[in-house]
């Protein structure tokens, strides 16, 4: 039987925090090291740092995956995720650290297979390594990473750590990373690392067990606060993966802005644009993807600020021109922009999002969104959170009209290392679900709580 975190919880409370949990967020790209005053966790005068998570999230789905409350799927019901992370930083001099991660997840109570991804399953991914990485060079100036690492840039729409997934994302890389006053850049090569079912997992820079298709992302990444009204990002990857017959090759040129805080009184925005171009299995790719997003905030207590997002990616209205015009989303955090039951990816879609947000005090933040959702075209398919699974056979003569959801979420922070979570979600079958088979709407409940030092 695997330890559990209950036996070391009651030394681990007395711990001032490294980081507050925050539910559905990646978390940092690296530790954060306090004094030794300032955390017991601390020694050394923080040339050694350890780090811990226990996150566990209790799901209860009906008809996310086949939308027909007539019979019981092995993705219908009710199930417990947990996942306990330990790590541990070292730091001899200001410019060389060492950082080493190890990350147990497992999904219990569910009919699903326990292989990660199967049927939509997190699965078991039990005593691996997520991170472990030398970092050589200051803070401020020039420095490089070398070893396995998180990727997150942005808002996490094209790269993100996946941290809502129970397993997450991580990389086996190498990221030059340069950081002057106000602004930085990123250059970085990386193989995403494949979580393996009770085997240590690998990346495919090792050719004999990861995703089998000589996968590789590299890329630049550039972000300045120099305009005083919002921080501005500009980007170039570079994805290839090997098929036979025929290789992808395709490049994603993108830009984000988003508003700096105050800057433009009650207001505020984000938005991000990215087009790509290249091969995807020997076809031409030509593709684009954006989103908008405004904000007003009122002055009052509760702090409510109402919202309104829309995203728009291409589809693939004739699959049998020797085209692709589907945008490739690449290795995103779907679930935090359309919608919570992860039915839809960045493609093939259009999406409005009306929200609203309150804080009735400092630790509790409460949201409601209302999604509306359209197949771009009814050419290509409807793509789930994932990128890649399809919901229903493509059906050209369907209504586009794919539903909508509701989603509450309420989060209670008591502490800084402590924080609780609770949703509701609501899909309400549009046209298209009618038109292509069973059409029952969908429901999703979880709670979550995390612990995080």
């Not at 397993?167 to 086996?172: H, V």
């Not at 493609?347 to 009735?360: A, T």
């Not at 003569?397 to 989060?411: K, R, Y």
Request: overall charge negative; glycine content about 8%; aromatic content about 14%.
């Amino acid at each position: 039987m695997k330890l559990t975190p209950i036996a070391i919880l009651p030394l681990l409370l007395q711990a001032l925090p490294l980081h507050a949990g925050d539910a559905g967020k990646a978390v940092a790209d690296s530790p954060v090291q306090p004094s030794a005053d300032q955390n017991p966790l601390s020694f050394d005068d923080g040339k050694i740092v350890f780090d811990f998570e226990e996150r566990l999230r209790f799901e209860d789905r009906n008809n996310n995956f086949d939308f027909n409350s007539a019979k019981k799927a092995l993705t219908d019901g009710a199930w417990l995720e947990e996942h306990t992370r330990l790590g541990v930083l070292i730091a001899p001099e200001s410019w060389l650290k060492f950082y080493v991660q190890g990350q147990d997840a497992r999904e219990e109570g569910s009919l699903r297979p326990k292989i990660p991804g199967a049927l939509g399953a997190e699965g078991d991914d039990p005593f691996d390594l997520r991170q472990a990485y030398v970092q050589v060079g200051e803070d401020q100036g020039l420095s490089v990473k070398l070893g396995r690492q998180l990727l997150s840039y942005g808002d996490e729409r094209l790269l993100g750590a996946f941290d809502w997934n129970n397993i997450g994302r991580s990389w086996d890389a190498a990221k030059i990373h340069y950081q002057a006053d106000d602004w930085w850049v990123d250059g970085f090569a990386a193989s995403l690392v494949n979580p393996l079912n009770y085997k240590f997992d690998r990346s495919d820079l090792e050719n004999d067990g990861g995703l089998g298709h000589q996968q590789m992302l590299s890329g630049i990444y550039f972000s300045t606060t120099a305009l005083p009204f919002q921080t501005t990002d500009v980007y170039a990857l570079y994805l290839h993966q090997q098929f036979a017959p025929s290789d992808t090759d395709f490049v994603t040129l993108g830009t984000r802005w988003k508003s700096t805080p105050g800057a433009l009184g009650p207001w505020d925005y984000d938005a991000e644009f990215a087009a790509q171009t290249g091969d995807v299995k020997g076809k031409d790719l030509a593709a684009f993807a954006g989103h908008a997003e405004l904000g007003y905030n009122i002055d009052a207590p509760w702090k409510p600020r109402f919202g309104v997002d829309f995203a728009y990616a291409t589809g693939d209205s004739n699959a049998k021109d020797g085209k692709v015009t589907t945008f490739q989303n690449l290795y995103p955090t779907n679930h935090l922009f359309y919608g919570y039951m992860d039915l839809f990816s960045w493609q093939n879609m259009e999406n409005i999002d009306v929200n609203f947000k309150i804080k009735p005090c400092d630790t509790v933040t409460i949201r409601f969104d209302y999604r509306a959702d359209w197949l771009a075209t009814t050419g290509d398919a409807w793509y789930r959170a994932n990128g890649t699974t399809m919901v229903r056979p493509i059906t050209p003569g369907a209504s586009n009209f794919a539903g909508s959801e509701a989603d509450l979420t309420i989060t209670y922070t008591p502490k800084k290392w402590m924080s609780f979570q609770a949703g509701y979600s609501h899909f309400f079958a549009g046209s298209y679900l009618k038109d292509t088979g069973a059409n029952s709407d969908g429901d999703f409940v979880y709670t979550q709580v995390t612990f995080k030092f």
